[in-house]
């Protein structure tokens, strides 16, 4: 499938929807503490977003291939959880956690995608360290999203601030376009060569998102066919940005 060139219509309503999704996610995150459940977090981003009158993007959203609809509206991926884990009441977060939170609202028709990684309480100086990485990591990548550029140079980019830390960098998902749906053309992976993969263009809108292991960079698939973890059971980060390329500077959606 070709990628997408948003329309003019389509890129303010991106905008907005970024803007409340990045807003949204915040407040989330503010949330986070020990003693909340995931299933709390998950029930305040869903209310927050319904009460902007968008609607959650990921609530039944059912991939091609997955086997059962996605069944809440936020991802809560804990410690040794990647991405996708799904919110329960009974799942406690405790001091020294890290909680990857996922989310995606449709606003007007249109997907934004956005995820944070954050500590409950006071966290290891090594989980810290991991966030960090993460984040310049997914910084590295925003920055070579621009006209002209390709997939690859921002894969590059972002495998090369995760290889001297020798974290594991997850190769089973990857960033993706996004906007009329929530994963379309291109799938852009978190490691590669320079000057590969397509040619990004003034009004693509993809999602960056690395993801990266304390340990080993294999991953297992949990029993209830959602949920990715580490498969020698390290921590993972997780970081994800919508972001509008544009003719100048990458444009980040997902933001307050
Ligand atoms: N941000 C997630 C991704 O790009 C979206 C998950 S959709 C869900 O993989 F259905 F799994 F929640
Ligand atoms: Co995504």
């Not at 609607?55 to 959880?81: Q, R, T, W």
């Not at 606003?107 to 810290?128: C, M, Q, R, Y």
């Not at 000057?195 to 990266?212: D, F, H, N, R, S």
Request: net charge negative; charged share 25%; hydrophobic share 35%.
């Amino acid at each position: 499938m070709a990628i997408i060139i948003k329309t003019e219509k389509e890129i303010e309503a991106l905008r907005e929807g970024g803007k409340r999704l990045g807003t949204i996610l915040q407040k989330v995150a503010q949330k986070v503490a020990p003693g909340v459940s995931t299933m709390e977090l998950n029930d305040y981003a869903e209310k927050l977003i319904r009460e902007g009158g968008d609607e959650p993007a990921f609530l039944n959203y059912k991939p091609y291939g997955a086997s059962s609809p996605y069944p809440a509206s936020l991802c809560v991926s804990v410690n040794n959880e990647i991405v996708h884990g799904i919110p329960k009441k009974n799942h406690i977060l405790k001091e020294g956690d890290v909680v990857s939170i996922d989310l995606g609202l449709k606003h007007k028709g249109t997907f934004t995608d956005h995820a944070l990684t954050v500590p409950v309480g006071k966290i290891s100086k090594s989980a810290e360290k991991l966030l960090s990485v993460c984040q310049e990591a997914l910084a590295a990548g925003i920055f070579e999203a621009r006209a002209g550029n390709r997939i690859g140079d921002i894969s590059f980019a972002i495998e090369s601030v995760i290889k001297p830390h020798k974290y594991g960098i997850v190769r089973e998902l990857a960033g993706h376009g996004v906007g009329r749906e929530i994963h379309e053309d291109p799938y852009v992976p978190n490691f590669g060569k320079k000057g590969t993969g397509a040619v990004l263009q003034k009004g693509m809108v993809i999602a960056i998102e690395p993801m990266i292991n304390e340990g080993g960079k294999d991953v297992v698939l949990a029993s209830d066919d959602w949920t990715f973890k580490t498969k020698d059971g390290t921590k993972s980060a997780h970081f994800e940005h919508t972001i509008l390329i544009t003719d100048g500077e990458p444009e980040i959606l997902t933001q307050s």
